[in-house]
T-cell receptor, first 113, second 115 residues
Framework: GNSVTQMEGPVTLSEEAFLTINCTYT??????LFWYVQYPGEGLQLLLK?????DKGSNKGFEATYRKETTSFHLEKGSVQVSDSAVYFC????????????FGTGTRLTVIP | EAGVTQSPTHLIKTRGQQATLRCSPI?????VYWYQQALGLGLQFLLW???????NRGNFPPRFSGRQFPNYSSELNVNALELEDSALYLC??????????????FGNGTRLTVT
């Protein structure tokens, strides 16, 4: 089946710092790739997605590019805010034809003022 | 529109008991997914139901079971509870006809504590 390997956390940054959270994938074919975010005490929310190679997903200042050559989907943000403190999960379909997603282990981000 | 709703929010059980968790998907969504989020272990896929049928199952023992009702709501049952079943159980849904490239919509979870 498909899988993702996600950068271990936790990550602590000062406000306005640059953020990168690494994610690499192993997949059959070229499935969609996703980043989800989990704020404290809540379920997961879709942050962004990319459906094919070289696609860039973006939302709320976050970006990730689907790179086939390096099998990567790294999450970036140019200037983080305290409100971005959350756990971030990289995900992809568990296998072709199965709707359930396989999630990475999650990276906890804490942004300090 | 109302999101995915889960009940109860918190559930405390003792070892050996049974737990029942409930999930109502977003209106118009026919697929329901269950995930376990144990401390330090990320999200582990449990079950996927679509149109009342079990479509896929994760690597969990048979004491984890569930069902989907005609109104597409779902129930997760955990029998013979063990201490390591303590976790946040998340339910997600997706629309009718969605593909494996579609995102999932999550509820806020049920926190199960086994003592």
């Amino acid at each position: 089946g498909n899988s993702v390997t996600q950068m271990e956390g936790p990550v602590t940054l000062s406000e306005e710092a640059f953020l990168t959270i690494n994610c690499t994938y192993t997949a059959t074919g070229y499935p969609s790739l996703f980043w989800y975010v989990q704020y404290p005490g809540e379920g997961l929310q879709l942050l962004l997605k990319a459906t094919k190679a070289d696609d860039k997903g973006s939302n709320k200042g976050f970006e990730a590019t689907y790179r086939k050559e390096t099998t990567s989907f790294h999450l970036e943000k140019g200037s983080v805010q305290v409100s971005d403190s959350a756990v971030y999960f990289c995900a992809l379909p568990g296998k072709t034809g199965a709707n359930n997603l396989f999630f990475g282990t999650g990276t906890r981000l804490t942004v300090i003022p | 529109e109302a999101g995915v709703t889960q009940s109860p929010t918190h559930l405390i059980k003792t070892r050996g008991q049974q737990a029942t968790l409930r999930c109502s998907p977003i209106s118009g969504h026919t697929s329901v997914y269950w995930y376990q989020q144990a401390l330090g272990l990320g999200l582990q896929f449990l079950l996927w139901y679509d149109e009342g049928e079990e479509r896929n199952r994760g690597n969990f023992p048979p004491r984890f079971s569930g069902r989907q009702f005609p109104n597409y709501s779902s129930e997760l049952n955990v029998n013979a509870l063990e201490l390591e079943d303590s976790a946040l159980y998340l339910c997600a849904s997706s629309p009718r006809g969605s593909s494996y490239n579609s995102p999932l919509h999550f509820g806020n979870g049920t926190r199960l504590t086994v003592t």
